[in-house]
């Protein structure tokens, strides 16, 4: 199964977590529930701590399409692993219905294939990269602002240093598993790989040195959306793929 297959439907999940807890929840999910999801047919693209937010945990599975995401859930919530480790994960969380349904734009080389390696159950390394984004949010899926970032953002981010590994909006469609509920927005988000700290720090400064995107694209950007957009710097944890 290919990427792009295995990832026509999306879900972004950012969960906030009680204080001090998220170490915790990365175990459980480290050790049961990425085996666990991908046995019911899912594909789990990344799982990250938030680098702005220690009581914050995201992550991202894929689907081959809107039937196989009822399946798999159902499969996976209602199964044994659940119901072994659930309670442990619900017992870190404060709120866990910051999710998004999205569909690609655009899947490059750095996001993770179905069968890319995966660090073994017990690695505790956890890679120095940083994947980082945004969330904006849009006016309506018809407000041209997937073109205007494939033309005018993209190219800019990658000047600055950014290898650009996914975008995605919006997947229109009802939530077809209801006991996990989704946000009701139209949004746009990229995602993008830096080695380092030191090299996104260098993508930043270069981006704030820049006179197009800070009289140009920024005040674009603001125009094109109705929300400050949620900025996203991510470290993977030792399992994940997208690295």
Known sequence: MNTQDCCAVVDLRQYTLRPGQRDTLVKVFDEAFVEGQEAEGMHI???????DDPDRF?????????????????GFYYGPVWKARGGEANATMLDSDNALLLKPVELGPGFPAFDAPRPGVGATEVPASVVAGAVYHRRTADDGFVEFFVDQVAPALTAAGAVIAATFETLAAENNFP?????????????????????????????????????????????????????????????SQFR
């Open 179 to 239: 006991a996990l509920p989704l946000r009701d927005e139209t949004v746009f988000v990229w995602l993008a790989t830096f080695p380092n700290d030191t090299s996104y720090a260098e993508h930043r400064r270069r981006l704030a040195g820049s006179r197009t995107w800070q009289t140009t694209l920024l005040p674009e950007l603001t125009c094109r959306t109705i929300a400050p957009p949620q900025e996203l710097r991510l470290r993977p944890t030792a399992r």
């Open 58 to 74: 995201v992550w991202l599975r894929g689907f081959a399409d809107l039937d196989a995401r009822a399946k798999a859930l159902n």
């Open 45 to 51: 693209c990344g799982q990250f701590r938030d680098l």
